[in-house]
Nanobody, 119 residues
Framework: QVQLVESGGGLVQTGGSLRLSCAAS????????MAWFRQAPGKEREFVAD????????AYADSVKGRFTISSDNAKNLVYLQMSSLKPEDTAVYYC????????????WGQGTQVTVSS
């Protein structure tokens, strides 16, 4: 059973930065994707960014391009989300997720970490 644990959330002012971390354990496949999603109050969960098992291929939601960077440390089974130029609309619970290359949906999720951006 894959387990994901996020950390690094908190309160930051507009324009500030935060780095989220996601620690993965129990993975049994070597080809996978890791992703960050977020869910703001009253809104549906939305995709933020993902990265493949090589750490080379990444994708971002238009709303975070140029401000957020996803990266991975495969030796430590860690995935990061560096968030810069934060805006109040980035306020949400951020979730880490993973799926194997053969899966069509992200099927393992962390518990989430709260990010609050004050104006």
């Amino acid at each position: 059973q894959v387990q994901l644990v996020e950390s690094g959330g908190g309160l930051v002012q507009t324009g500030g930065s935060l780095r989220l971390s996601c620690a993965a354990s129990g993975r049994t496949v070597s080809n996978y994707f890791m992703a960050w999603f977020r869910q703001a109050p009253g809104k549906e969960r939305e995709f933020v960014a993902d990265i493949n098992w090589t750490g080379v291929n990444t994708a971002y939601a238009d709303s975070v391009k140029g401000r957020f960077t996803i990266s991975s440390d495969n030796a430590k089974n860690l995935v990061y989300l560096q968030m810069s130029s934060l805006k109040p609309e980035d306020t949400a619970v951020y979730y880490c997720a993973t799926r194997g290359i053969g899966a069509t949906r992200y099927n393992y999720w962390g518990q989430g970490t709260q990010v609050t951006v004050s104006s």
